[in-house]
């Protein structure tokens, strides 16, 4: 396991700990949860200058300290994240929370353009107010379905920000895992609770660059999952190939075989998404003695 799984999971995953997504669970008293909500605007209002700012995205020393300050995420498989949009979705049954979608500030900074590719939840309804998800539909919330729902993503992509329904949430991963987007679950500076599944890619992924360029690994760990190859049903296409991220996926030219290699997969799955003979299947991390530790 790994160690955010150690310190907040209870004997299982940390992001499958239904605890973690209860706002006025983790923050139990009125002033901690007041504490927490400054915290949380606070995040919001600093997130897409301090991308920006040599200062801030180029000094390991502050970053550093961000990932020990209640910072992190990992990269969880497609039906994890499914898992993931459940317990979010109960745990607005619970509390005064909602789950929304949201641009992500990533590819705000690195590209200049809102995608609507975050979906985020664990946050207090009456804050949201105050961070800009307050414009929400007149009638119903997210009561959409059919032809309405294919109005809702037309005001997705023109920056409206509205509450998500469970089913809502679902089409849009699904859309997502199709697209080569991995699936990244985090807490946003309150660890253990979870907010957000950022569906991303290398070049914009600012969590994935603090890793990759800085080697703080608490900001992006692997999944607990590696993807291996049948080569009974592999045909060599090379769609694996090109939709990896990470350079774990090699096609021998003289062998004519792909193969996987277990210490570079950070087990996001995106390469069984375009396999035509799901000749791709995922396996635990543990079950690899060479990635067993490679977190």
Known sequence: ??????????????????????????????????????????????????????????????????????????????????????????????????????????????????????????????????????RLPKEGLTEFGGAEWRELRRQLRRDAKVPLKLEEARTLLKEWERKGLWHLVMGRGRLPLIEAICNCERPYCTYWRYRDVYGIKDYCLKSHYLARIDPEHCTNCGACVEQCQFGAVHTSLIADLTSIDPTKCFGCGICRAVCRRDAISMVSRESVPAARNLW
């Open 1 to 134: 396991m790994c160690h955010l799984c150690t310190e907040h999971g209870r004997n299982e995953k940390w992001y499958l700990n239904f605890e973690n997504f209860l706002f006025d669970k983790i923050f139990a008293t009125p002033e901690a949860q007041e504490t927490a909500k400054e915290k949380m605007i606070a995040t919001f209002a600093e997130t897409e200058w301090r991308y920006t700012d040599t200062q801030y995205v180029r000094n390991p020393d502050y970053l550093n300290a961000r990932a020990h300050s209640g910072f992190g995420a990992q990269i969880a498989t497609y039906e994890e994240a499914m898992q993931i949009l459940e317990l979010a979705n109960e745990a607005t049954r619970r509390e005064d929370s909602m789950m929304v979608v949201g641009h992500c500030p990533c590819t705000l900074v690195y590209r200049g353009t809102r995608d609507y590719v975050c979906i985020g939840f664990g946050m207090p309804v009456s804050m949201s107010m105050k961070i800009g998800y307050g």
